[in-house]
């Protein structure tokens, strides 16, 4: 079985910063792209932000600049360092990982985490 559980949400003031990771453990040979995604009550869960296993990253156009994503392929996890952070940042943050389970079966099933709050008071 596969696992993804994140850490590192909270409570924080406009402006402040917090750092968000994400474990995957479990049946992994490989994983591909991993990524942050976000909800916010009434609201449908968006893409925040994307890494592939080779680096690359993309961003929604309302973290650019502030959100960094990052991953360490020798430890299945992947951060997401957010800065000056907004109250319209406020969500339920989800982690997600393209995960291949066995060397003989290439397929990538995905994978999500429980969600961790993040909360910014204004």
């Known amino acids: 079985q596969v696992q993804l559980v994140e850490s590192g949400g909270g409570l924080v003031q406009a402006g402040g910063s917090l750092r968000l990771s994400c474990a995957a453990s479990?049946?992994?040979?490989?994983?591909?792209?991993m990524g942050w995604y976000r909800q916010a009550p009434g609201n449908q869960r968006e893409l925040v932000a994307r890494?592939?296993?080779?680096?690359?990253?993309n961003y929604t156009d309302s973290v650019k600049g502030r959100f960094t994503i990052s991953r360490d392929n020798a430890k299945n996890t992947v951060h997401l360092q957010m800065n000056s952070l907004k109250p319209e940042d406020t969500a339920v943050y989800y982690c997600n990982a393209d995960i291949q389970r066995t060397a003989w079966v290439s397929y990538k099933y995905n994978y999500w985490g429980q969600g961790t709050q993040v909360t910014v008071s204004s």
């Open positions: 890494i592939t296993s080779g680096g690359t990253t």
């Open positions: 479990g049946s992994i040979f490989s994983i591909g792209a």
